[in-house]
Protein backbone atom coordinates (compact mmCIF):
# COMPACT_ATOMS: atom_id res chain seq x y z
CA UNK A 1 0.00 0.00 0.00
CA UNK A 2 1.30 3.03 -0.33
CA UNK A 3 0.62 5.00 2.54
CA UNK A 4 1.34 8.83 1.53
CA UNK A 5 -1.04 7.82 -0.84
CA UNK A 6 -3.51 7.31 1.90
CA UNK A 7 -2.55 9.87 4.13
CA UNK A 8 -2.55 12.63 1.24
CA UNK A 9 -6.45 11.24 0.49
CA UNK A 10 -7.44 11.12 4.10
CA UNK A 11 -6.54 15.08 4.34
CA UNK A 12 -7.93 16.01 1.40
CA UNK A 13 -11.22 14.24 3.11
CA UNK A 14 -11.40 16.71 5.93
CA UNK A 15 -12.27 19.91 6.15
CA UNK A 16 -9.96 22.36 5.06
CA UNK A 17 -10.92 24.44 8.68
CA UNK A 18 -13.01 24.18 11.51
CA UNK A 19 -14.27 27.35 12.16
CA UNK A 20 -15.23 27.63 16.07
CA UNK A 21 -17.07 30.46 17.32
CA UNK A 22 -17.75 30.69 20.90
CA UNK A 23 -21.17 32.08 21.78
CA UNK A 24 -22.81 33.55 24.87
CA UNK A 25 -26.13 35.33 24.21
CA UNK A 26 -24.64 37.77 22.17
CA UNK A 27 -27.60 39.85 19.74
CA UNK A 28 -29.03 37.38 16.78
CA UNK A 29 -27.07 40.30 14.12
CA UNK A 30 -23.73 39.81 15.64
CA UNK A 31 -23.80 36.53 15.34
CA UNK A 32 -25.36 36.59 11.90
CA UNK A 33 -23.01 38.83 10.33
CA UNK A 34 -20.06 36.45 12.03
CA UNK A 35 -21.39 33.78 10.20
CA UNK A 36 -22.30 35.53 7.03
CA UNK A 37 -18.23 36.71 7.05
CA UNK A 38 -17.17 32.61 6.76
CA UNK A 39 -19.57 32.18 4.38
CA UNK A 40 -18.09 34.77 2.10
CA UNK A 41 -14.79 33.31 1.72
CA UNK A 42 -13.91 31.29 -1.14
CA UNK A 43 -14.34 28.13 0.77
CA UNK A 44 -17.09 24.91 -0.70
CA UNK A 45 -19.25 23.50 1.87
CA UNK A 46 -16.96 20.56 2.32
CA UNK A 47 -13.80 23.07 3.07
CA UNK A 48 -15.91 24.54 5.86
CA UNK A 49 -16.73 23.48 9.08
CA UNK A 50 -18.91 25.70 11.37
CA UNK A 51 -18.91 24.58 15.15
CA UNK A 52 -21.06 26.98 17.54
CA UNK A 53 -19.99 25.94 21.02
CA UNK A 54 -23.15 27.85 22.96
CA UNK A 55 -21.80 28.27 26.25
CA UNK A 56 -24.70 28.11 28.50
CA UNK A 57 -27.38 30.61 26.36
CA UNK A 58 -30.79 31.32 27.28
CA UNK A 59 -32.04 30.89 23.71
CA UNK A 60 -30.53 28.47 21.12
CA UNK A 61 -29.47 30.30 17.94
CA UNK A 62 -30.74 28.62 14.78
CA UNK A 63 -28.20 28.40 11.63
CA UNK A 64 -26.53 26.00 8.84
CA UNK A 65 -23.72 25.26 11.82
CA UNK A 66 -22.68 22.13 14.14
CA UNK A 67 -24.40 23.21 17.44
CA UNK A 68 -23.06 22.35 20.44
CA UNK A 69 -24.38 22.96 23.75
CA UNK A 70 -22.71 23.54 27.14
CA UNK A 71 -23.72 24.57 31.06
CA UNK A 72 -21.70 27.93 31.13
CA UNK A 73 -18.33 27.24 32.01
CA UNK A 74 -16.32 30.01 30.21
CA UNK A 75 -14.61 30.96 26.97
CA UNK A 76 -11.67 28.31 28.02
CA UNK A 77 -13.70 25.76 28.24
CA UNK A 78 -16.54 26.66 25.46
CA UNK A 79 -13.02 26.73 23.30
CA UNK A 80 -12.13 23.15 24.56
CA UNK A 81 -15.63 21.80 23.46
CA UNK A 82 -14.83 22.98 20.47
CA UNK A 83 -11.32 21.42 19.73
CA UNK A 84 -12.68 18.23 20.83
CA UNK A 85 -15.28 18.05 17.81
CA UNK A 86 -13.16 19.93 15.28
CA UNK A 87 -12.62 17.54 12.17
CA UNK A 88 -10.80 20.17 9.80
CA UNK A 89 -6.96 20.51 9.05
CA UNK A 90 -6.78 23.73 10.30
CA UNK A 91 -8.68 25.87 13.52
CA UNK A 92 -10.18 29.20 13.22
CA UNK A 93 -11.31 30.70 16.32
CA UNK A 94 -14.10 33.15 16.20
CA UNK A 95 -15.94 35.37 18.53
CA UNK A 96 -19.80 35.38 17.76
CA UNK A 97 -19.91 39.67 18.01
CA UNK A 98 -16.51 38.85 15.77
CA UNK A 99 -16.36 38.57 12.42
CA UNK A 100 -13.31 37.94 9.61
CA UNK A 101 -12.52 40.78 7.06
CA UNK A 102 -13.26 38.26 3.72
CA UNK A 103 -11.19 40.33 1.46
CA UNK A 104 -8.61 40.16 3.26
CA UNK A 105 -8.67 36.52 4.75
CA UNK A 106 -8.68 35.20 1.16
CA UNK A 107 -4.79 35.69 1.27
CA UNK A 108 -4.86 33.59 4.47
CA UNK A 109 -7.19 31.04 2.31
CA UNK A 110 -4.10 31.08 -0.73
CA UNK A 111 -1.27 30.45 1.79
CA UNK A 112 -3.24 27.47 3.82
CA UNK A 113 -3.56 26.47 -0.05
CA UNK A 114 0.15 26.82 -1.17
CA UNK A 115 2.27 26.28 1.33
CA UNK A 116 0.36 24.49 3.78
CA UNK A 117 2.37 25.60 7.08
CA UNK A 118 1.71 24.77 10.80
CA UNK A 119 0.13 28.84 11.27
CA UNK A 120 -0.64 31.86 9.33
CA UNK A 121 -0.39 34.78 11.76
CA UNK A 122 -2.57 38.20 10.45
CA UNK A 123 -3.51 41.36 12.43
CA UNK A 124 -6.83 42.70 14.01
CA UNK A 125 -8.70 45.78 12.99
CA UNK A 126 -11.37 47.46 14.86
CA UNK A 127 -12.61 48.86 11.57
CA UNK A 128 -14.52 46.63 9.16
CA UNK A 129 -14.49 45.83 5.54
CA UNK A 130 -10.83 47.10 5.26
CA UNK A 131 -8.82 47.12 2.10
CA UNK A 132 -5.89 45.57 2.21
CA UNK A 133 -2.81 45.36 -0.80
CA UNK A 134 -1.69 41.99 -0.98
CA UNK A 135 1.58 41.57 1.46
CA UNK A 136 4.74 39.72 1.02
CA UNK A 137 4.36 36.82 3.03
CA UNK A 138 6.87 36.88 6.02
CA UNK A 139 8.00 33.03 6.59
CA UNK A 140 9.90 32.02 10.09
CA UNK A 141 9.11 29.26 13.08
CA UNK A 142 6.98 29.60 16.01
CA UNK A 143 10.63 29.63 18.19
CA UNK A 144 12.35 32.69 15.95
CA UNK A 145 8.71 34.50 15.86
CA UNK A 146 8.86 34.64 19.69
CA UNK A 147 12.76 35.68 19.75
CA UNK A 148 12.71 38.30 17.21
CA UNK A 149 9.10 40.02 17.56
CA UNK A 150 6.36 40.72 19.86
CA UNK A 151 3.51 38.60 20.03
CA UNK A 152 -0.64 39.43 19.84
CA UNK A 153 -1.60 36.32 22.25
CA UNK A 154 -5.41 36.59 20.99
CA UNK A 155 -6.16 33.52 20.05
CA UNK A 156 -8.58 34.97 16.99
CA UNK A 157 -5.17 36.20 15.02
CA UNK A 158 -4.24 33.29 13.27
CA UNK A 159 -5.13 29.93 11.76
CA UNK A 160 -3.67 26.99 13.06
CA UNK A 161 -2.73 23.29 11.78
CA UNK A 162 -4.45 21.09 14.56
CA UNK A 163 -2.88 18.00 14.56
CA UNK A 164 0.08 19.75 15.95
CA UNK A 165 -1.88 20.85 19.32
CA UNK A 166 -1.33 17.71 20.69
CA UNK A 167 -3.12 17.71 24.20
CA UNK A 168 -2.64 21.23 24.64
CA UNK A 169 -5.78 23.05 25.47
CA UNK A 170 -6.94 26.32 27.17
CA UNK A 171 -7.17 26.48 31.15
CA UNK A 172 -10.52 26.23 32.49
CA UNK A 173 -12.00 29.58 34.70
CA UNK A 174 -8.51 31.57 33.76
CA UNK A 175 -9.11 35.27 32.34
CA UNK A 176 -6.34 35.77 29.47
CA UNK A 177 -6.27 32.91 29.27
CA UNK A 178 -5.36 33.27 25.43
CA UNK A 179 -1.77 34.66 26.99
CA UNK A 180 -1.01 31.33 28.22
CA UNK A 181 -1.96 29.25 25.17
CA UNK A 182 -0.60 30.63 22.30
CA UNK A 183 3.12 31.17 23.66
CA UNK A 184 2.88 27.54 24.20
CA UNK A 185 1.44 26.87 20.63
CA UNK A 186 4.00 28.88 19.08
CA UNK A 187 6.80 26.32 20.78
CA UNK A 188 4.98 23.68 18.37
CA UNK A 189 5.12 25.58 15.25
CA UNK A 190 7.80 24.57 12.58
CA UNK A 191 6.67 26.61 9.64
CA UNK A 192 4.61 30.33 10.14
CA UNK A 193 3.90 32.30 7.59
CA UNK A 194 2.94 36.60 8.79
CA UNK A 195 1.05 38.06 6.96
CA UNK A 196 0.37 42.09 7.38
CA UNK A 197 -2.51 42.86 6.54
CA UNK A 198 -5.95 43.03 8.79
CA UNK A 199 -8.33 39.82 8.31
CA UNK A 200 -9.83 40.08 11.38
CA UNK A 201 -13.00 42.34 12.93
CA UNK A 202 -12.79 42.85 16.96
CA UNK A 203 -15.64 45.01 18.83
CA UNK A 204 -14.58 46.16 22.06
CA UNK A 205 -17.59 46.74 24.39
CA UNK A 206 -17.30 48.29 27.90
CA UNK A 207 -19.32 45.52 29.48
CA UNK A 208 -17.24 42.67 28.76
CA UNK A 209 -15.25 40.59 30.95
CA UNK A 210 -12.24 42.90 30.50
CA UNK A 211 -13.25 46.13 30.94
CA UNK A 212 -15.57 44.77 34.12
CA UNK A 213 -14.97 47.98 37.02
CA UNK A 214 -15.81 45.48 39.87
CA UNK A 215 -13.05 45.20 42.20
CA UNK A 216 -13.42 41.27 43.34
CA UNK A 217 -12.67 40.88 38.94
CA UNK A 218 -10.13 43.13 39.08
CA UNK A 219 -7.71 40.97 41.72
CA UNK A 220 -8.84 37.89 39.46
CA UNK A 221 -7.52 39.42 36.21
CA UNK A 222 -4.19 40.56 38.26
CA UNK A 223 -3.67 37.17 40.11
CA UNK A 224 -4.67 35.41 36.52
CA UNK A 225 -1.95 37.25 34.80
CA UNK A 226 0.58 36.87 37.18
CA UNK A 227 -0.35 32.76 37.44
CA UNK A 228 0.27 32.99 33.76
CA UNK A 229 3.63 34.23 34.28
CA UNK A 230 4.64 31.57 36.86
CA UNK A 231 3.28 29.25 34.20
CA UNK A 232 5.42 30.63 31.14
CA UNK A 233 8.34 30.19 33.48
CA UNK A 234 8.19 27.45 34.59
CA UNK A 235 8.18 25.76 31.29
CA UNK A 236 11.77 26.86 31.46
CA UNK A 237 12.23 27.66 27.65
CA UNK A 238 14.78 30.17 26.98
CA UNK A 239 12.76 31.27 23.95
CA UNK A 240 9.64 32.61 26.13
CA UNK A 241 12.30 35.67 27.34
CA UNK A 242 11.06 38.02 25.44
CA UNK A 243 7.39 37.43 25.77
CA UNK A 244 7.83 36.79 29.78
CA UNK A 245 9.84 40.72 30.14
CA UNK A 246 6.64 41.86 28.58
CA UNK A 247 4.04 40.08 30.40
CA UNK A 248 5.69 41.65 32.82
CA UNK A 249 5.65 45.11 31.81
CA UNK A 250 1.62 44.73 30.87
CA UNK A 251 1.06 43.11 34.46
CA UNK A 252 2.56 46.31 35.87
CA UNK A 253 1.03 48.62 33.86
CA UNK A 254 -2.75 46.71 34.78
CA UNK A 255 -2.12 46.28 38.01
CA UNK A 256 -1.21 50.46 38.10
CA UNK A 257 -4.30 51.56 35.83
CA UNK A 258 -7.05 49.06 37.21
CA UNK A 259 -5.70 49.96 41.16
CA UNK A 260 -4.35 53.37 41.30
CA UNK A 261 -2.79 52.36 44.08
CA UNK A 262 1.09 52.37 45.04
CA UNK A 263 0.51 49.90 47.71
CA UNK A 264 -0.61 47.56 45.12
CA UNK A 265 1.78 48.13 42.99
CA UNK A 266 5.09 47.91 45.46
CA UNK A 267 3.29 44.78 46.69
CA UNK A 268 2.91 42.84 43.48
CA UNK A 269 6.26 44.28 42.46
CA UNK A 270 7.90 42.95 45.70
CA UNK A 271 6.31 39.33 44.43
CA UNK A 272 7.71 39.61 40.73
CA UNK A 273 11.47 40.23 42.78
CA UNK A 274 11.41 37.79 44.54
CA UNK A 275 10.43 35.16 41.80
CA UNK A 276 13.26 36.73 39.46
CA UNK A 277 10.60 38.68 36.81
CA UNK A 278 11.99 41.86 38.30
CA UNK A 279 14.72 43.59 37.77
CA UNK A 280 13.49 44.32 33.78
CA UNK A 281 16.57 43.90 31.29
CA UNK A 282 17.04 47.16 29.17
CA UNK A 283 15.87 45.95 25.77
CA UNK A 284 14.44 47.82 23.15
CA UNK A 285 11.32 45.21 22.69
CA UNK A 286 8.82 48.37 22.40
CA UNK A 287 9.48 51.81 23.34
CA UNK A 288 6.95 51.45 26.61
CA UNK A 289 8.85 48.26 27.64
CA UNK A 290 11.96 50.40 26.84
CA UNK A 291 11.10 52.99 29.55
CA UNK A 292 9.77 50.78 32.03
CA UNK A 293 12.97 48.70 31.87
CA UNK A 294 15.03 52.16 32.50
CA UNK A 295 12.80 52.56 35.63
CA UNK A 296 11.58 49.42 37.63
Same mark, same amino acid.
Given at each position: ?????????????????????????????????????????????????????????????????????????????????????????????????????????????????????????? &?????? *?????????? %? =?? !???? @??????????????????????????????????????????????????????????????????????? &?????? *?????????? %? =?? !???? @?????????????????????????????????????????????????????????
Amino acid at each position: MNYELFRNFAQNMKPLISFIITYHNEPKALLEACLESIRALCLSQEEAEIILVDDGSEVRPEGDFLYVHQEQAGLSVARNTGLNRAQGQYVQFVDADDCLIPAAYQAVLEQLRKDSPDLVLY &KMSNIN *NVSEKRPIPR %K =SS !GKDF @LQNHNLRASACAYVFRREILGDLRFQPGLLHEDELFTPQLFLKVETLVELDLKAYFYRQHSGTITHSDSQE &KVQKRL *NDIHFILREL %K =SL !GEPI @LERRLKQLTVDYLQKTWTLTHSLRELRKRMKELRKEGFLPLPVRSYSLRYFLYSLFV
